[in-house]
């Protein structure tokens, strides 16, 4: 029952910023929160990928290479919403960006490492939002 909704894409040119949100409705089994959220992107062509995951009781992030010191995640608890603040755009970080969430530890954590190490998760997140898109125009 919960959703989740992405907003904030949009096309600007290389070099400016944008910042992508994500807010959770509805409810899961035992009305609690998410125990992680996290962005993913997918090109024309290409594979889906991790940008950036987030705990969401203790802020801790985490990002793939290609966007460290460019991006943020973030988090605003009392408004169920997570952020992604990208700046310095490049081309190649036109995709379609989705947003999602999952309550357990250990499939967090297995996403977690499998966004630093390059490697694709054996389980997906359980709830994916709808997507916004982001193109960046040189």
């Known amino acids: 029952q919960v959703q989740l909704r992405e907003s904030g894409g949009g096309s600007v040119q290389a070099g400016r910023s944008l910042r992508l949100s994500c807010v959770a409705s509805g409810y899961t089994y035992e009305n609690r929160d998410s125990h992680c959220m996290a962005w993913f992107r997918e090109a024309p062509g290409k594979e889906r990928e991790g940008v950036a995951m987030?705990?969401?009781?203790?802020?801790?992030?985490y990002y793939t290479d290609s966007v460290k010191g460019r991006f943020t995640i973030s988090q605003d608890n009392a408004k169920k919403t997570v952020y992604l603040q990208m700046n310095s755009l490049k081309p190649e970080d036109t995709a379609m960006y989705y947003c999602?969430?999952?309550?357990?530890?250990?499939?967090?954590?297995?996403?977690?490492?499998?966004?630093?190490?390059?490697?694709?998760?054996?389980?997906?997140?359980?709830?994916w939002g709808q997507g916004t898109l982001v193109t960046v125009s040189s």
């Open positions: 999602a969430a999952d309550w357990s530890p250990v499939v967090c954590e297995t996403n977690i490492e499998a966004l630093e190490t390059k490697r694709a998760a054996t389980t997906d997140l359980e709830v």
């Open positions: 987030i705990y969401t009781g203790g802020d801790k992030a």
